[in-house]
């Protein structure tokens, strides 16, 4: 083996797009999900016991898919013990397509085992003369009752990729046939091109929704988004078929894309969301399970469809109940029609195993696993990123990936946060031999050094670092005795500190390490395996993020190595090294959805004036540390510095709530020297006018800006009580805004009526 080094190099641009791993939900908390909803559904069937119907045929749909995903064989068994209860016939109902939802779970059974009499029955059934089987008649899949040659119903389509797995199983080219000309019949009569989507049935064609929209159906159309996949994944790779089948999933995909909900849910009809307001889990889920088997598959395209699926699937875990329910499931129906957050079906647990089952493999497919990255700028502005540590051969695949990702402000007011550490361990820690038989000294925890290297051993890393402050030990928050050591601190400071806001990480800068006595499969330092205390870090989070939140507590963190991806569960940034220009420039980009601090030190007020100082927060947006007495490298009260914060505090509180405006252009001036920046905040918009010198005016540009016609606009002044109005004009879509400066500066805020 060998570890790799990676260089991308490429112009710098203007726009900052943030360098993260792909923060799909991480893979155990789909895969205990997935077991909970599934055995919520084991105890609450909706069914009898011996049925083999579509409502159970769609549960087991989604089970067989688990079990493909997870490679739990407790999946297997339940599907191997329902078709064994039913002796793998096809199902008892009337409409052909739907006697084929079980036969899906009971062909899927066979190609794992290749048992024949789990085959036969299906093989037999469809060679009979029945009108309802492809044997007996050309239009044998309309809805019951007899002759089942219509009405053509959308729903059918769902059993579609039971041709393709006979075909895979068997071979045989007229179950290619059956299919092809089975999906281009449903497909002629009810696919509206206009809309690239599905009518239920022909009686909805041409009717209208009071509002007078067409109605079109969620779950209807959810059938045959989810039967797509599923068939292209049997189809043959060189099957001339798969280019309609391909083409039907980009088509409805981009239709279902325009239409979902803020929310991450799709409403019951997708042509009019206010017909049936209500959110719905069943054909979300079906959506979401297309296109994630879309974009991991190479159908769809990722930029496109990956927020669409993250948005689902965020919705979707939302709607399971504490016991493992999937709530808002629309109950047997035709047409759009009301939904209640307690209701479920069997088919709904069926479409969200198949949903969690794709986000399941792209997570796993797509997770991007960073060890050691570099970035460097030269001076002809090429960008220079390494990637270095990681383990090759032996079958590890290195997948990388840049996503643009916004995270969500949560600014709660003044907090009051408690130092949390879990990189650094002890006081002037000296490496000594401990006696075992101290293990059981109930007053082992007054002697750190032999607490820790008798109660979590394998978490002091080795090699130590040269230099640890205050002679701390760098400790590996990936080992499971320190980690469960932590998560207890964490739950102790709920229990005893309730009246704190939360917490603030600090000296994540250690993180860089390795601890070479581990090993994450991954990482590859010194010629052998070792464990990055990134990964340690991400999949501690992972714990303590959701412990913390639940609990309505923020975490703050002393960011100091500047990677996205660790600040997945932060809801703030505290970065240590406020007077250190690249470092607050790196946290100010990190937090354009979350609040930001910089530490500041006495003489940082100074670099190089306090104008300076206050103007380069105001623009980046970032809030520097008040003086307060008692502190530990940190700005200390005198009369002086309190004016200067007294005399900026109501500009720096007009951009509470913050979220940079990313839109193209959408600030700019024409003042020689001053720097804006533009920021939403409740109500409007924050806009600071920074580096004005001695200028007394500066002329500021706004467009692509919504809610300007009627705002009101005003500007804050260092060392002013009153807010001075702001001269507006508008012409061709660009306001133009005459603002007055002292010291060179001011905070617009523009408060959209």
């Known amino acids: 083996m060998n570890h790799l080094r990676i260089l991308l190099a490429t112009p710098l641009v203007a726009a900052y797009y943030p360098l ?210 599923r068939t292209l994944e049997c189809l043959p790779p060189d099957d001339p078929r798969r280019e309609f089948f391909t083409s039907q999933m980009r088509t409805m995909a981009a239709a279902l894309a325009k ?15 206010a017909h049936v307001p209500v959110p719905e889990s069943s054909g979300t889920a079906f959506f979401c399970h297309g296109m994630a088997w879309g974009i991991r598959n190479g159908v769809l395209d990722k930029e496109t469809y990956l927020p669409v699926v993250k948005k689902a699937w965020t919705a979707l875990a939302g709607a399971v109940s504490p016991t493992g329910m999937v709530q808002w499931g629309q109950q047997v129906g035709d047409r759009p029609s009301a939904t209640r957050q307690a209701e479920s079906h069997e088919y709904v647990t069926g479409a969200f195993l198949l949903a969690a089952s794709e986000v399941l493999r792209l997570t796993e497919a797509g997770l991007l696993k960073i060890l050691h990255l570099t970035l460097g700028i030269s001076q002809t502005g090429q960008v220079r990123w390494e990637r270095i540590n990681h383990r090759l051969g032996g079958g590890q695949v290195l997948r990388l990936e840049m996503n643009l990702v916004a995270h969500e402000a949560d600014w709660r007011g003044p907090l ?105 499969g991954v990482s590859w330092i010194n010629g052998k395996p070792a464990r990055s205390l990134f990964q340690s870090w991400i999949g501690f989070m992972d714990q303590l993020g ?22 997945r569960h932060l809801d703030g940034i505290y970065t240590e090294h406020g007077d250190n220009p690249g470092a607050l420039n790196a946290a100010a980009l990190m937090g354009v959805r979350k609040p930001v601090l910089g530490w500041t030190l006495d003489q940082t007020l100074q670099q190089p004036d306090p104008d300076s100082f206050f103007q380069r927060h105001l623009y980046l947006g970032v809030y520097p540390t008040a003086p307060y007495p008692g502190n530990h490298h940190c700005i200390t009260p005198n009369p002086e510095s309190e004016k200067w914060y007294l005399d900026y505090g109501k500009l720096m509180d007009a951009m509470r709530g913050k979220k940079w405006v990313l839109t193209p252009h959408a600030v700019s001036n024409s003042t020689l020297g001053v720097k804006v920046n533009l920021f939403q905040v409740p109500g409007g918009y924050a806009l600071p006018v920074t580096f004005g010198g001695r200028q007394e005016t500066a002329t500021v540009r706004l467009q692509g800006v919504p809610g300007l016609k009627q705002a009101a606009v005003n500007a804050l002044l260092p060392g002013l009580e009153d807010a001075v109005p702001v001269q507006t004009t508008t012409r061709r879509g660009v306001t133009e805004l005459r603002v007055p400066l002292k010291q060179g500066c001011a905070m617009v805020t523009i408060t959209t009526l």
């Open 259 to 273: 239409c979902q909900g803020d929310d991450g849910f799709w409403r019951p009809n997708l042509a009019d969301p």
């Open 546 to 567: 959701p412990l913390m939140h639940q609990a309505d507590k923020v975490i703050f963190g002393n960011t100091m190595t500047m990677r996205l991806e660790l600040n």
């Open 416 to 520: 009051r946060l408690n130092y949390f550490n879990v990189t650094e361990f002890g006081k002037k820690m000296q490496d000594r031999a401990v006696s075992a038989s101290m293990a059981d000294d109930p007053e082992l925890w007054k002697d750190p050094v032999a607490y820790a290297k008798l109660t979590y051993p394998d978490a002091i890393c080795q090699p130590q670092p040269p230099r640890m402050y205050y002679g701390a030990w760098l400790v590996d928050i990936g080992d499971p005795q320190f980690r469960s050591h932590m998560l207890e601190q964490a739950r102790r400071h709920l229990t005893l500190l309730p009246d704190a806001d939360g917490i603030c990480m600090d000296r994540m800068d250690w993180l860089r390490y390795y601890n070479e006595h581990a090993d994450d």
């Open 20 to 229: 993260s791993a792909n923060p799909t939900a991480p893979a155990q908390d789909i895969r205990s999900l997935m077991q909970r909803v599934n055995a919520w559904q084991v105890a609450h069937p909706r069914m009898q016991p011996n049925d083999r119907n579509w409502e159970r045929g769609t549960w087991y749909a989604g089970v067989t898919a688990a079990q493909r995903a997870t490679g739990d064989d407790k999946f297997l068994q339940q599907a191997l013990d329902w078709g064994n209860l039913h002796r793998w016939q096809v199902g008892t109902e009337g409409s052909g397509a739907n006697k084929l939802f079980c036969a899906m779970t009971w062909v899927e059974s066979y190609l794992l085992k290749r048992d024949p009499a789990m085959l036969k029955p299906t093989l037999d059934w469809l060679a009979t003369d029945a009108p309802n089987s492809p044997g007996g008649a050309k239009v044998w899949f309309g809805h019951a009752p007899a002759p089942f040659d219509g009405p053509l119903y959308s729903d059918s389509l769902f059993a579609m990729p039971v041709f393709a797995l006979l075909h895979k199983a068997t071979g045989d080219p007229k179950h290619l046939e059956t299919l092809d000309h089975f999906a281009h019949a449903v497909t002629g009569e009810l696919f509206d091109k206009e809309e690239g989507l599905y009518y239920r049935d022909a009686s909805f064609i041409g009717k209208k929704t009071p509002a007078g929209r067409k109605i079109l159906w969620s779950r209807g159309n959810g059938w045959v988004f989810s039967g797509l996949p």
